[in-house]
């Protein structure tokens, strides 16, 4: 419990991440997913058992190692680097993170990195045309001001734009209870509601009417 | 400045924000998006008891997870921070009790969530495996968690050697004689009792930190999820001990903060300690079930009221006596919160006598501190109930009794029962304008209606009328009140050779639009275009004067700060133009972007001339310093007081006790506006969090002090299926206190939601007997206090 005193550091570090000394690891692991057929894939990093994964994520064909319970969000963010989609809670009560999952919105905190192999991910990183120009949803989102801090933005906007493709008639109330997932502590909904619908283009833009 | 048709004129206007392309496509970067090298991650073993003797922590099993390199308790930490405990700011009086709070308890646990020991790991897995395997071994103590409990005879106490669970008593009673008498005299007598429970802020980011070392040097940078990190750099080098200027903290884009990351927490503490003494980056992120109980909460009060009145109902006095829970430690903010209400529980009415005292109590649960509109909600809802109360005793409507009451428009500045001066307002027409927007006698005839059908379905209609005092505030005034800071805000406007202008402002976004506002400010102000205009904040490398953004302060005391360092830049550049025109500065005007002699505009000197010879320096004015940048430091003379009414109204099942907001009516009067566009935004997001305390926010703790709302599950934030429609509109009296006339708006809506939708719930269920009704008023408490009401078992 002796913290490693200051001049230790580097060789503490080196500890930590030299591949040579991690390569020597014991093999420790006795958690299971409970899953039989570990893969031939199957590798041991620093003494954990890492699975791989491959995604097709936002286009792009990507490889990964993870344990076999990483999240799907976390293997997105901190093995793939693709930040844009956010962690709001740990009980699926927030949709901060929703992505794309074969087309379908889906929580990726619900889901392990594992479960997704082979599968086609959506990000919010991979809406927008090639060129930068934002996807339809992101620029109404943006026309309505529907986000402030937009730390839920890309969640909603991924799950939006779901919502629009599965149920093109949306109204008022749909585009609530299609959204009742996904938690925005800044906006107040109206906004986020308002752009939907400008998305959708059935009802009529609500931001007008509202104001006097 | 309000609506404006002329397009160079850009305050007034809706213009989209351009904070939003980075936020829209992930760009944006938030502090668990950040990764530095070397990095290692901090899990933090929490109390699992409310009030405990720590008789040892074992870390054994954690050490034997890969990843987990070590295990350290409070024990081991303490050399790391001596004597330095997390600060408290504001001791409001000078007997304030304030027990040291070490960022990692030694002894004894005081409440659950109370960091206990530290895992040190690899990885944010191997952190929270570590975290969950370390066993600690406790002896529990009593526990105090109801408010009202810990003032009790024989109370078991959070901090034994205090010998009392109170931390301080604050009286604010100008003439106790007067209200007393006042109290005597009174036709009618009003008296209320009410309780505001603990919400969990919940903004959508948790908290996050990152402390990075420069081994060399022995500097430090701290990355955190905070609104402040100005402050946070002076309390950072206060508790640590580390030379302030070796200190650089920045604040990424932050995902909302509503109050709660307006603190110095245990866990910035904690990694920066880490970090210098380790000498590589330490970092922890919250979780959302950790967020429950490691970030502080709001409200926590219970209020009595007392108006009295004539036989018209034109109150005289109010006597108010609050108990506030402080939680087992007093953070940044925590005893001052209750006074920001202190001065305003006579609401907008122009009563002449005041009597205010809380006691603040400590109990063992997370501590309180600032959750948006800090004091001013529970002032408000107080004094909006009880009027509803004192109307129903006079047999008027609640509009009436609220014109019978309010300071009359002609009477500004107006000097309150409280010592404070309002700076403007109409209050009338403010509510005149709700009334006519929430076609109040239709609603009340379908009201009459259903009462007389007997309905399950009832009708109600609630009013709040607020006023809040904002642009927190005058140094002066804060240190009457024994705040340990100023309340100043700073700003640079610096042009560039090429003519664009960066803009350095002190106040710190997690939110609220600055750069795109401020750059609206700039831009008319210098005649040049908005997209020319860089807005700089949130890294005191950058930024390095300022005290962040909180109290509905940034426009109106940073805001200010910004047109007035415009101003300055304007009066030199005046002054070039002159040199240059060869004329006397008094005979020029600034006509779209250029300096004219007065009605001759053939000889104009542009303002990117100006910025270019400022840079060059070749032909200035003698003794003239080159380049052309101004800093001001703006001190607001007086606070803002931002007003207005909200309606609610709702519809009560009477058989389930479920109540749907089915109107929203908000008109507020924030003096004028920069972008009415984000001042809606405001309003929206502000109501539906204080309608959520009234219908569905409540922090629960058991009996023994363990939190039951531990996540999003269970912490019922509402999602757009809860959420109403939201009819707003403004009524503009431009505040004499600053130049542009502003006010404020990030706390409005929730200031004035909460009383209006529990009156409306009220005003429904009249007809059954109901008078009060707990908040949140869930569907289970509403259908007891029917039952109640018609004499059933609750
Ligand atoms: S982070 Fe996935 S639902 Fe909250
Ligand atoms: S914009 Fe802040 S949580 Fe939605």
């Known amino acids: 419990m002796t913290p490693p005193p200051r001049q230790q550091a580097l060789t503490y570090l080196r500890a930590l991440y030299d591949p040579e000394a991690a390569n020597k690891c014991p093999q420790r692991w006795t958690w299971a997913l409970g899953r039989g057929n570990i893969s031939a894939s199957t590798v041991h990093r620093q003494g954990r058992r890492m699975e791989s994964v491959t995604l097709a994520v936002n286009g792009t064909e990507r490889s990964l190692e993870v344990e076999p319970r990483t999240l799907l969000v976390h293997a997105l963010r901190d093995e793939l680097r693709l930040t844009g989609t956010n962690i709001g809670c740990d009980s699926s009560s927030c949709g901060a993170c929703t992505v794309l999952v074969n087309g379908q919105s889906a929580k990726s905190c619900t889901m392990f990195a594992v479960q997704a192999d082979g599968a086609d991910i959506t990000t919010i990183e991979g809406v927008a045309d090639a060129d930068g120009t934002m996807h339809p949803m992101q620029q109404a989102f943006h026309e309505h001001h529907a986000l402030q801090c937009g730390y839920c933005t890309p969640g909603m906007v991924m799950a939006a734009i779901s919502l629009v493709e599965e149920y093109p008639e949306l109204d008022d109330q749909g585009v609530r209870h299609g959204l009742e997932g996904n938690l925005c502590r800044c906006t107040g909904y109206q906004n986020i509601v308002n752009a939907v619908l400008a998305v959708a283009g059935s009802g009529s833009d609500g931001s007008n009417q509202d104001r006097e | 400045m309000t609506m404006t048709d002329d397009p160079a004129t850009h305050m007034g206007s809706h213009r989209l924000r351009r904070e939003d392309p980075a936020l829209l496509t992930g760009e944006a970067q938030f502090i668990d998006d950040m990764s530095l090298h070397g990095e290692i991650w901090v899990g933090i073993v929490r109390s699992t008891e409310a009030?405990?003797?720590i008789l040892g922590v074992d870390g054994s099993a954690a050490l034997e997870i890969d990843g987990v390199t070590e295990v350290l308790s409070?024990?081991?930490?303490?050399?790391?921070?001596?004597?330095?405990?997390?600060?408290?700011?504001?001791?409001?009086?000078?007997?304030?009790?304030?027990?040291?709070?070490?960022?990692?308890a030694t002894s004894i646990a005081k409440y659950v969530g109370d960091a206990v020991a530290v895992v040190l790991a690899d990885s944010r897995y191997a952190a929270a495996d570590g975290a969950a395997a370390v066993s600690v071994?406790?002896?529990?103590?009593?526990?105090?968690?109801?408010?009202?409990?810990?003032?009790?005879?024989?109370?078991?106490?959070?901090?034994?050697?205090?010998?009392?669970?109170?931390?301080?008593?604050?009286?604010?009673?100008?003439?106790?004689?007067?209200?007393?008498?006042?109290?005597?005299?009174?036709?009618?007598?009003?008296?209320?009792?009410?309780?505001?429970?603990?919400?969990?802020?919940a903004p959508m980011e948790p908290r996050g930190v990152i402390a990075a070392p420069g081994v060399a040097n022995g500097e430090l940078t701290l990355y955190s999820a905070t609104q402040i990190p100005h402050i946070l750099k002076v309390m950072t080098a206060v508790t640590l001990g580390i030379p302030e200027h070796k200190i650089r903290v920045v604040a990424p884009s932050v995902g909302g903060g509503f109050g709660c990351k307006l603190n110095v927490y245990a866990e910035e503490i904690l990694?920066?300690?880490?970090?210098?003494?380790?000498?590589?980056?330490?970092?922890?992120?919250?979780?959302?079930?950790?967020?429950?109980?490691?970030?502080?909460?709001g409200r926590g009060q219970v209020q009595h009221i007392e108006l009295a009145a004539d036989a018209n109902g034109k109150v005289q006095a109010v006597r108010v006596k609050l108990l506030a829970d402080m939680g087992a430690y007093l953070q940044l903010v925590t005893p001052g919160v209750p006074l920001l209400g202190g001065f305003l529980y006579h609401g907008c009415y122009d009563i002449a006598h005041y009597s205010f005292e809380c006691t603040s109590v400590f109990t063992n649960k997370t501590p309180t501190d600032a959750y948006r509109g800090a004091g001013r909600p529970e002032a408000t809802y107080a004094i909006e109930r009880a009027m509803d109360s004192l109307a129903v005793a006079v047999g008027v409507t609640p509009e009436e009794i609220r014109s019978r009451n309010f300071i009359a428009a002609d009477a500004f500045p107006y000097e309150s029962c409280a010592g404070l001066i309002f700076d403007s307002g109409d209050y009338q027409a403010v509510l005149d304008k709700a009334v006519e927007m929430a076609d109040l006698q239709s609603v009340r005839a379908e009201q009459a209606r259903r009462r007389a059908d007997g309905s399950n379905r009832q009708i109600g209609v609630g009013f709040s009328s607020y006023v809040e005092m904002c642009g927190l505030a005058p140094s002066r005034v804060l240190a009457s009140l024994n705040y340990g800071a100023g309340g100043w805000e700073a700003a640079t406007v610096r042009v560039l050779p090429t003519a664009k202008v960066q803009v350095i402002t002190g106040s710190t976004p997690h939110g609220q639009g600055h750069e795109t506002s401020w750059s609206m400010i700039v831009a008319d102000k210098l005649g040049i275009d908005p997209d020319d205009i860089e807005v700089l904040h949130s890294d005191t490398a950058i930024s390095p004067t300022g005290l962040d953004t909180y109290g509905s302060r940034s426009l109106s005391v940073g805001g200010t700060a910004v047109f007035m360092a415009t101003d300055k830049v304007l009066d030199k550049a005046r002054l070039i133009a002159a040199h240059q025109l060869e004329a006397n500065e008094d005979d020029l005007e600034y006509v779209d972007g250029a300096f004219q002699v007065k009605g001759t505009p053939t000889a104009a000197v542009p303002f990117a001339a100006i910025a270019f010879a400022a840079f060059t320096a070749h032909d200035l004015p003698d003794g003239m310093e080159p380049n052309l940048e101004a800093h001001v430091t703006y001190d607001p003379p007086n606070f803002t007081f931002p007003n207005g009414t909200h309606i609610a109204v709702v519809e009560v099942d009477t058989d389930t006790g479920n109540v749907d907001i089915v109107d929203y009516v908000a008109v507020d009067d924030c003096g004028n506006q920069v972008n009415p566009m984000i001042v809606e935004g405001q309003v929206h997001g502000g109501v539906l969090q204080g309608a959520a305390q009234a219908l569905y926010e409540d922090a629960v703790y058991n009996e023994d002090g363990q939190i039951v709302t531990v996540n999003l599950g269970d912490y019922l934030v509402p999602s757009a299926a809860e959420a109403p429609i939201y009819r707003v509109a403004s009524h503009v009296t431009p505040s004499p206190t600053n130049p542009m006339g502003v006010k404020g708006i990030g706390e409005a809506g929730t200031i004035a939601a909460t009383p209006a939708v529990i009156n409306a719930v009220v005003d429904a269920l009249r007809p059954t007997g109901v008078t009060d009704v707990t908040m949140p008023a869930s569907p289970q408490t509403v259908w007891r206090a029917i039952n109640e009401a018609q004499g059933g078992a609750s």
């Open chain 2, 51 to 53: 009030h405990a003797t």
């Open chain 2, 74 to 104: 409070g024990a081991d930490l303490a050399p790391l921070w001596g004597e330095g405990a997390l600060p408290c700011a504001w001791p409001v009086t000078d007997d304030m009790r304030n027990p040291a709070h070490l960022p990692v």
């Open chain 2, 137 to 201: 071994d406790y002896d529990p103590l009593p526990a105090v968690v109801d408010i009202e409990a810990a003032v009790a005879e024989g109370a078991p106490l959070v901090h034994e050697d205090l010998g009392t669970n109170e931390s301080y008593t604050w009286p604010l009673i100008p003439d106790p004689d007067a209200v007393d008498e006042a109290f005597a005299n009174a036709a009618v007598v009003v008296g209320e009792r009410y309780v505001q429970q603990r919400l969990i802020p």
């Open chain 2, 271 to 297: 990694c920066c300690a880490l970090a210098m003494d380790r000498g590589v980056p330490v970092r922890w992120t919250e979780s959302r079930s950790e967020a429950a109980t490691a970030t502080i909460q």
